[in-house]
């Protein structure tokens, strides 16, 4: 004997007399959507009742299907038109004796199509030809012709040879003709006379290169080092040159910058005040390794090797006899090892001093340039070569 289930149980217990009868949860889903599009079909149907559309106003649509409905009933519904061919052939009307008058040529015929319509146009006759000249008249003309032209070369020839023959020795000038009005004496021209050729007499021109001029041949340099290399070598400091009778000897006109092969030299700190304290001379950073050459020519009078009291690490002092004028140039903050002179070593423009380093009490690479005056005080360096008519170029940072 079987034993009914709890669902048979549940089932009898709902009205349901098998569990065959009972609904799957696909069927129950169907039902749901089924009486949900019902009820939105009837929503809908209700709300078009409820709509009242005012004559000449725009039609209110209450879904996107029922919107594009109307559309295409609506481009259904328009009429269509067929435009009517519009477009004749032109004929082209021919009036030329050569061609035959009164002639008409389609267009199409010669098959070419046209986009739109031409109104006809007419070609009128071309104008007669004019007579031609008699066999005589023509020789007539050639020959005058030909005689004009010979004439024309004569005359050419004539005109090109008489400047040869106009020109005489300033010797044979008529006296007359070389009396200028107002003058009391005649005038004749004179010449040098070379051989049997004789050339006008004129001023020689003379070129003062001063760069040319500053830079020393080895001769002389090494004159003027001997120079040197007799004296003793005084103190540095005081205003006066370190050697007195070169530097007598060292008077130049003509200054440059230290670093003469640079259009532009970038300066990171100029003369005067700034903060720390007073900054005697000019920082220029040409970059590391950049060789130096002094502002003029001049003589040595010190060489730091390192050890310069004012922090200048390696550095080189310079005494130049400028138009006169005691001036000292200092060279600081050098590379280790760069530094290409001596003390007494006489210079000129072109003599590498040494390279920009970063010795001494520096904050990077670069050149201290500074100037002393012959009462030993500094001076701005980049303002003085300005005054000196130097295109000094400097970018401050």
Known sequence: MTHPTRRALRSSADGVTSPEAQPTRRELRERERAAESIAVTTSEARAAERVTLIEGSAPLYTSRRAMRESATRAAEDLPVQMAEATYVAPRLTVDAPALGAGESIRIESLGVRQPRAFSPRVLSSAPAAPPRAPHAVRRLAQRITAAGALLFIGSLVVVTSLPAQAVQSPTGLDPEVAQIEGATEAQ????????????????????????????????????????????????????????????????????????????QVPVSSGF??????????????????????????????????????????????????????????????????????????????????????????????????????????????????????????????
């Open 188 to 263: 004749t021209i004179e010449g040098s006379a070379t051989g049997t050729t004789q050339f006008l007499a004129r001023d020689d021109v003379v070129v003062n290169d001063q760069i040319a001029s500053a830079r020393m041949a080895p001769g002389e340099l090494a004159a003027y080092q001997a120079v040197a290399d007799g004296e003793a070598a005084g103190p540095s400091y005081t205003g006066d040159p370190a050697f007195p009778q070169v530097w007598e000897m060292l008077n130049t006109s003509y200054v440059q910058t230290p670093l003469p092969h640079m259009d």
């Open 272 to 397: 005067g005040y700034r903060p720390g304290g007073f900054h005697g001379g000019s920082d220029f950073t040409p970059g590391l390794g950049t060789e130096i050459r002094p502002i003029a020519n001049g003589v040595v009078s010190a060489v730091w090797q390192g050890n310069n009291p004012g922090g200048g690490g390696y550095a080189v002092f310079i005494d130049h006899n400028i138009d006169g004028e005691f001036f000292q140039s200092w060279y600081a903050h050098m590379l280790p090892g760069s530094i290409q002179v001596e003390v007494g070593q006489v210079v000129d423009i072109t003599t590498v001093v040494g390279q920009v380093g970063n010795s001494g009490r520096s904050t990077g690479p670069h050149l201290h340039l500074e100037l002393k005056n012959s009462d030993y005080v500094s001076f701005d360096p980049v303002l003085w070569l300005q005054t000196r008519e130097q295109n000094l170029e400097y970018r401050p940072y």
